[in-house]
Nanobody, 118 residues
Framework: EVQLVESGGGLVQPGGSLRLSCAAS????????MSWVRQAPGKGLEWVSA????????NYADSVKGRFTISRDNAKNTLYLQMNSLKPEDTAVYYC???????????WGPGSQVTVPS
């Protein structure tokens, strides 16, 4: 059974940092591209970042470029999202997903809430 479980969310002041983690199990993690997708209150899903299976290629939405860093540890079956210089508009539920834009997402985690008050 494929499982993706996010952790590391919380309340952080503007300008602060958080690191999200996503623990993966039930599939060969190192064989799949992975993404972070977020949903702000009252809005639709927004792709944030993606990383290829080996970790050597990354992509970011313009809204987070230069502030967020995606990475992965294939030995630990874990995906990360380092978020710096957080803004109130980054407030959202952040989902870890197996897949990437243009190809689609096969599995999702339950999400982790990140709140940056204005």
């Amino acid at each position: 059974e494929v499982q993706l479980v996010e952790s590391g969310g919380g309340l952080v002041q503007p300008g602060g940092s958080l690191r999200l983690s996503c623990a993966a199990s039930g599939f060969t993690f190192s064989s799949y591209a992975m993404s972070w997708v977020r949903q702000a209150p009252g809005k639709g899903l927004e792709w944030v970042s993606a990383i290829n299976s080996g970790g050597g290629s990354t992509n970011y939405a313009d809204s987070v470029k230069g502030r967020f860093t995606i990475s992965r540890d294939n030995a630990k079956n874990t995906l990360y999202l380092q978020m710096n210089s957080l803004k109130p508009e980054d407030t959202a539920v952040y989902y870890c997903a197996q897949g990437k834009p243009g190809v689609g997402y096969d599995y999702w985690g339950p999400g982790s809430q990140v709140t940056v008050p204005s």
